[in-house]
Nanobody, 114 residues
Framework: QVQLVESGGGLVQPGGSLRLSCAASGFTFSSYAMSWYRRAPGKERELVARINSVGGTTYADSMKGRFTISRDNAKNTVYLQMNSLKPEDTAVYYC????????WGQGTQVTVSS
């Protein structure tokens, strides 16, 4: 059974940091591209960052320099380090895996507020 389980969300003040984790199981994690998406209230889901099977990364323009995606294939886990958080980063963050099939996690809420 495929599972993507996100963790690490929460409430943080503007300028703060959070690290999201996504633990994967049920598929060959190392061969899949892994991504983080987010959906803010009233907005469409958008790509935050992607890391391919060999470690190449892609970021949305608004996240470049603030967010870092990484993966640990030994732990079947992908991470999103988020620094210099802004109120507009408030959203539900979803983990995504794609290659032969596409899988989604349930999401973790990130709220940036003072």
């Amino acid at each position: 059974q495929v599972q993507l389980v996100e963790s690490g969300g929460g409430l943080v003040q503007p300028g703060g940091s959070l690290r999201l984790s996504c633990a994967a199981s049920g598929f060959t994690f190392s061969s899949y591209a892994m991504s983080w998406y987010r959906r803010a209230p009233g907005k469409e889901r958008e790509l935050v960052a992607r890391i391919n099977s060999v470690g190449g990364t892609t970021y949305a323009d608004s996240m470049k320099g603030r967010f870092t995606i990484s993966r640990d294939n030994a732990k079947n886990t992908v991470y999103l380090q988020m620094n210099s958080l802004k109120p507009e980063d408030t959203a539900v963050y979803y983990c995504n895996a794609i290659r032969y099939a596409q899988y989604w996690g349930q999401g973790t809420q990130v709220t940036v507020s003072s």
